[in-house]
């Protein structure tokens, strides 16, 4: 309808739980909920209702995006780090909805990243999770260009760092896909690219797409696909023993082929983009010889048909890159 979807839980909860949230966190009163209430139970509900679009309209429409950021980076600075993943995590729950990020106005588009950048700065690896899934769902909204701090230099630096070092493996994940969606901005090939441009950007230069796929290459972007995709690899395989997977599961946690998956697309991706004018292409022969073997290795390791159909791509890919490259030489 004209009205949005029909929601179809209590309108009374979200409002009572915004309420009290705002009466505990951002305005404390002799009135607020004490500490052994159920606010913090009903906070975690509305995060799992925020998946139906209508109640991320709902809550849209009512200053959830206002309250929740707040209250996020104030749980952040005191060192609540459930109360800030829950909020990050309704925070990108809600965004994922595109109906709603199309109706972001620019306090709620600087606020948000914002929130998210601060959670990746987190020594808390479930809320760098949430603040990563934040990211994620802004740079694949319709509004994505107008996020620029998403792909600043700090920004990608807490990717990397994720990509490199994390044990969550949805972590690992959701930096392998905020990356790639960088990439496809860059590209122009996202959504709303038909205006000429990536989504969201108009001709202002603050509405500029990113062009950071040089910056990754300097960074060293591909070896750390080949190193980190071959412990994915290894962690996924089917040929480990009891011992060694009982190892591995202490090591690391979460969906192992999920993540990598999304580090095989994002390869794939990186590797479609064009060189940068004047680059050596024989420079890039050693760490397209290391991602060859990683993608056969995780050919080898992976059952799921998904990871293979991204692997074979992306062995397709460094073929075609090496056809080129005899070509150019």
Not at 5 to 28: G, M, N
Not at 115 to 144: H, M, N, P, Y
Not at 234 to 242: I, K, L, T
Request: net charge negative; hydrophobic share 45%; glycine share 8%.
């Amino acid at each position: 309808s004209a009205l949005g979807p029909e929601l179809l839980v209590d309108e009374a909860l979200l409002l009572r739980t915004l309420r009290d949230v705002v009466a505990r966190h951002i305005i404390p009163s002799g009135s607020a909920p004490s500490a052994d209430d159920d606010l913090d139970r009903r906070l975690e509900t509305l995060w799992d209702l925020c998946v139906d679009e209508a109640a991320a309209v709902f809550l849209e429409r009512n200053q959830a995006i206002d309250i929740l950021t707040e209250v996020a980076t104030r749980a952040q600075a005191a060192g609540e780090t459930r109360c800030s993943e829950v909020c990050l995590g309704a925070l990108a729950n809600i965004c994922a909805h595109q109906c709603v990020a199309r109706a972001l106005g620019g306090g709620a588009l600087a606020t948000l990243p914002k929130a998210a950048l601060e959670g990746l700065a987190s020594d808390d690896g479930a809320v760098v999770l949430q603040a990563l899934r934040l990211a994620c769902s802004l740079l694949s909204s319709s509004t994505a260009c107008r996020c620029p701090s998403l792909w600043s230099e700090g920004a990608l630096l807490r990717y990397l760092f994720v990509l490199e070092s994390s044990l969550l493996w949805d972590a690992v994940r959701h930096a392998c896909d905020a990356l790639s969606q960088i990439l496809v901005l860059e590209s122009g090939e996202g959504e709303g690219a038909a205006h000429g441009g990536a989504p969201g950007c108009g001709e202002a230069e603050s509405h500029r797409g990113p062009e950071v796929s040089s910056r990754l290459l300097r960074e060293g972007l591909p070896s750390l696909l080949a190193a980190r995709g071959a412990e994915l690899a290894a962690a996924a395989s089917d040929d480990f023993g009891a011992e060694s997977r009982e190892g591995a599961a202490s090591q690391g946690e979460g969906d192992v082929e999920a993540a990598l998956l999304s580090l095989l697309c994002l390869a794939d991706s990186l590797l479609s983009m064009p060189h940068p004018e004047g680059a050596s292409t024989s420079a890039s022969a050693p760490s397209e010889a290391t991602l060859g073997k990683m993608v056969l290795r995780s050919i080898a390791s992976s059952g799921r048909p998904d990871v293979l159909t991204a692997a074979l791509g992306l062995l397709a890919s460094l073929l075609d890159s090496e056809s080129q490259a005899v070509v150019a030489a």
